[in-house]
């Protein structure tokens, strides 16, 4: 589900402060900018609301962040949530003992980790991250997390581009998203 | 400058600030301890201690940018900008940002790197706070210094939740303030 379905009000000003780079990384991809979200205090709060608004008293004590830009939206929300922020990191990043998930590129492999001991068996967690494309990159972090006994409640981007059918790689997870990029 | 010695001295919140902090023994090197903070951010009402410490300090400083380096500086600045009402602007590594950007190299022990910053994120006299994790050398930070001044803002002070003994007793990097909230832990605190 998505929230500009409900068209709150907020949606179209989230909306109009992202901005699109045509050919980057490169060519063919249109680029979703959220930098420029982040320059616009109004804009960015709303933002911050809208998830806080659905998630608050949910008994979420988990929000994971996927590295980076993850780590701009999940640390607001958990804060206002009362909940912990685990970043999920690009290989050697977190210092240390680790569990990883593999997931594929259009080229080759990455892989997502956490740190051990971060989340506990029986925690709802929600994943969180700028955007959702193919679905590969959050469909890493929700293993990440049922590896080690969480409840994936949710994830929730600020953009999903539909055409990319990330949706159908979330095992039926539900994913909530501001707006949409076709 | 450290909290303790700037009007925090014996506020709670920093002793826990400081315990939620783990070293992990030679990281990324032999040698190195490194001040973990996702333990910090593990522990929700420490997390937002660290944060409300920073916002107290800065709301009424006229601060219309935070500007947070990647990735750690991510975790602690947009929280900060929120609250104060300042735009986030990200300081990313080479090739992240995918706008025009300007560029500033910094040392690092062996070799360079550099910091970006798109351009048209900060106007000309406005007043910047730049956030990370922690300061060691400082060169990163001299790095985000440099650029936010390079397009005419005011840099109004430097701001870490650790800093390492290399900047003890220098309260200035680049002429600009640095406030840091804790000073690293030792080895009988690792994990």
């Given at each position: 589900?998505?929230?500009?379905?409900?068209q709150?009000?907020?949606?179209?000003?989230?909306?109009?402060?992202?901005?699109?780079?045509?050919?980057?990384?490169?060519?063919?991809?249109?680029?979703?900018?959220?930098?420029?979200?982040?320059?616009?205090?109004?804009?960015?709060?709303?933002?911050?609301?809208?998830?806080?608004?659905?998630?608050?008293?949910?008994?979420?004590?988990?929000?994971?962040?996927?590295?980076?830009?993850?780590?701009?939206?999940?640390?607001?929300i958990?804060?206002?949530?009362?909940?912990?922020?685990?970043?999920?990191?690009?290989?050697?990043k977190?210092?240390?003992?680790?569990?990883?998930?593999?997931?594929?590129?259009?080229?080759g492999?990455?892989?997502?980790?956490?740190?051990?001991?971060?989340?506990?068996?029986?925690?709802?967690?929600?994943?969180?991250?700028?955007?959702i494309?193919?679905g590969?990159?959050?469909c890493?972090?929700?293993?990440?997390?049922?590896?080690?006994?969480?409840?994936?409640?949710?994830?929730?981007?600020?953009?999903?581009?539909?055409?990319l059918?990330?949706?159908?790689?979330?095992?039926?997870?539900?994913?909530?998203?501001?707006?949409?990029?076709? | 400058?450290?909290?303790?010695?700037?009007?925090?001295?014996?506020?709670?919140?920093l002793?826990?600030?400081?315990?939620?902090?783990?070293?992990?023994?030679?990281?990324?090197?032999?040698?190195?301890?490194?001040?973990?903070?996702?333990?910090?951010l593990?522990?929700?009402?420490?997390?937002?201690?660290?944060?409300?410490?920073?916002?107290?300090r800065?709301?009424?400083?006229?601060?219309?940018?935070?500007?947070?380096v990647?990735?750690?500086?991510?975790?602690?600045?947009?929280?900060?900008?929120?609250?104060?009402?300042?735009?986030?602007?990200?300081?990313?590594?080479?090739?992240?940002?995918?706008?025009?950007?300007?560029?500033?190299?910094y040392?690092?022990?062996?070799?360079?790197d550099?910091?970006?910053?798109?351009?048209?994120a900060?106007?000309?006299?406005?007043?910047?706070?730049?956030?990370?994790?922690?300061?060691?050398?400082?060169?990163?930070?001299?790095?985000?210094?440099?650029?936010?001044?390079?397009?005419?803002?005011?840099?109004?002070?430097?701001?870490?939740?650790?800093?390492?003994?290399?900047?003890?007793?220098?309260?200035?990097?680049?002429?600009?303030?640095?406030?840091?909230?804790?000073?690293?832990?030792?080895?009988?605190?690792?994990?």
């Amino acid at each position: 589900m998505s929230a500009y379905r409900v068209q709150d009000p907020r949606i179209h000003g989230i909306k109009t402060k992202i901005r699109v780079v045509p050919n980057f990384p490169k060519p063919g991809i249109m680029f979703q900018d959220i930098t420029t979200l982040l320059l616009d205090p109004k804009a960015f709060k709303d933002t911050i609301d809208l998830f806080v608004e659905r998630y608050k008293g949910k008994n979420i004590s988990v929000v994971a962040g996927i590295e980076a830009r993850g780590f701009i939206f999940g640390p607001p929300i958990a804060l206002a949530i009362g909940a912990k922020f685990v970043p999920l990191r690009k290989p050697k990043k977190l210092p240390g003992e680790v569990i990883f998930e593999e997931y594929t590129l259009e080229y080759g492999k990455d892989r997502l980790e956490m740190h051990v001991g971060a989340v506990e068996p029986g925690e709802r967690a929600l994943v969180v991250d700028d955007l959702i494309a193919t679905g590969g990159t959050l469909c890493a972090a929700m293993n990440l997390l049922e590896r080690v006994g969480a409840e994936v409640v949710e994830c929730a981007c600020v953009i999903e581009l539909p055409d990319l059918q990330g949706r159908k790689r979330l095992s039926g997870k539900p994913l909530y998203v501001l707006v949409e990029y076709h | 400058m450290f909290a303790a010695e700037n009007g925090l001295r014996g506020d709670p919140r920093l002793e826990a600030i400081s315990e939620a902090i783990r070293v992990v023994p030679h990281f990324p090197k032999q040698g190195i301890m490194f001040q973990d903070i996702t333990t910090l951010l593990l522990d929700p009402k420490a997390f937002k201690d660290t944060v409300d410490i920073f916002v107290d300090r800065y709301r009424d400083m006229d601060i219309s940018v935070v500007a947070g380096v990647e990735a750690r500086g991510f975790m602690f600045g947009p929280s900060i900008a929120l609250a104060i009402g300042a735009k986030f602007v990200p300081l990313s590594k080479p090739r992240k940002l995918p706008g025009k950007v300007i560029s500033e190299a910094y040392e690092l022990e062996y070799g360079t790197d550099c910091l970006e910053m798109h351009i048209g994120a900060v106007q000309p006299g406005e007043r910047a706070l730049v956030i990370d994790d922690l300061i060691a050398t400082g060169g990163t930070f001299s790095a985000a210094i440099r650029l936010l001044e390079r397009v005419g803002a005011e840099v109004v002070e430097c701001a870490c939740v650790i800093g390492l003994p290399e900047v003890k007793g220098q309260c200035r990097l680049n002429g600009k303030p640095i406030y840091i909230l804790v000073e690293p832990r030792g080895i009988d605190n690792c994990c």
